[in-house]
């Protein structure tokens, strides 16, 4: 394997000439770079990152540590910081942490033992006390960690008001919800949103709400539960869209008609949504633009430390399918 001495032998310098050229930092005379350049080539010398990264105290890598890598939201997610890390000559680095507190701290603590520039987070338990001693820049994104910490989220409980509204101006007359899992901060934003359309209802039953923890099994297993004991409902506002697609398959299950005997409408705006059939109406959130604004502003923070913390709302869009009427 040559090394930054074999390429300074060839090109007939020092190893600190090699060094400038490699990191394009400091004067080099044009002829020098270009015998250096041509040493490198010849060698096919690769810089080592390790001793780069100690050099400048950079990586030149940032991470996003993700809770479910099997829900399609978080890969769309993760292509957004990737194009951009790309964009920005940084290597990315995808972490699943099942919303594991101690997974999520291993990683945290290895990403920083192995230099990352940056860590974006979507995490329901890391909290600012756990990253006391974290000396990296972090930012959160679709969940609040901390006032502390800079945060991407979207406007979750008027979404949820919008989603419950449109199933109203459609004609549901019972209106239940599939909620996502106690711990997550959006969670209890989506049901309050559904609360406040459907509190003043007299028809409102607290075992309309269920839970399917963000999941298809369980969101399918619940619906089904939920619309034998309430086979009155004809409508349903469902937290996440991978849920929505356990909602369809319980309905067609139980032999119901989607949008005849019943609506759907998700939450999320995954592409798996377009696809199916029905196509599912829902409450669309920008991940893309997402993504991007929060490598964006990582970025920013690994080039200026001292940025003063923002908190971003986005706005959901309805996208109108064949879940409804
Ligand atoms: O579908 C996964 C859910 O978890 C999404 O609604 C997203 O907001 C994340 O919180």
Redesign the pocket.
């Known amino acids: 394997m040559p090394t930054i001495k074999d390429v300074a032998k060839m090109a007939g310098v020092s190893v600190a000439t090699v060094s400038r050229v490699i990191n394009n930092s400091g004067y080099v005379n044009e002829v020098t770079k270009k015998r250096v350049e041509q040493a490198i080539s010849q060698l096919n010398y690769r810089p080592n990152n390790v001793a780069r990264s100690l050099f400048h105290g950079r990586s030149q890598m940032i991470a996003l540590l993700v809770p479910d890598i099997m829900?399609p939201?978080f890969p769309e997610l993760a292509r957004a910081v990737e194009d951009f890390a790309k964009l920005n000559d940084y290597t990315f680095v995808l972490c699943n942490t099942d919303d594991n507190p101690e997974k999520e701290m291993h990683y945290i603590y290895a990403l920083e033992q192995k230099s990352v520039d940056g860590i974006i987070v979507v995490s329901s338990t890391v909290t600012e006390k756990s990253l006391q001693g974290i000396h990296v820049p972090i930012v959160a994104l679709?969940?609040i960690v901390s006032a502390k910490l800079p945060s991407i989220t979207v406007k979750n409980r008027d979404g949820a008001r919008q989603a419950v509204r449109y199933l109203k101006q459609l004609g549901c007359k019972r209106i239940a919800h599939i909620c996502?899992p106690d711990n997550?901060s959006?969670t209890k934003e989506r049901l309050g949103g559904y609360i406040d359309e459907v509190k003043n209802e007299e028809w409102f039953l607290s075992s309309y709400v269920v839970s399917g923890d963000?999941q298809y099994d369980k969101a399918m297993d619940a619906t089904k539960n939920l619309l034998k004991s309430h086979p009155e409902v004809d409508g349903i506002f469902v937290?996440?869209d991978?849920m929505g697609v356990g909602v369809l398959k319980a309905a067609q299950e139980l032999g119901l008609k989607v949008p005849e005997d019943i609506q759907i409408i998700g939450?999320?705006g995954i592409s798996l949504g377009e696809k199916i059939t029905p196509s599912i109406t829902t409450m669309k959130?920008p991940i893309y633009e997402m993504g991007t604004r929060a490598a964006q502003l990582l970025i920013q923070q690994i080039n200026e430390p001292n940025q003063q913390v923002q908190h971003e709302e986005y706005e959901v869009t309805l996208v109108k399918r064949e879940s409804t009427k």
């Open positions: 829900n939201f679709d969940r996502g997550v959006n963000y937290a996440n991978l939450f999320d959130q």
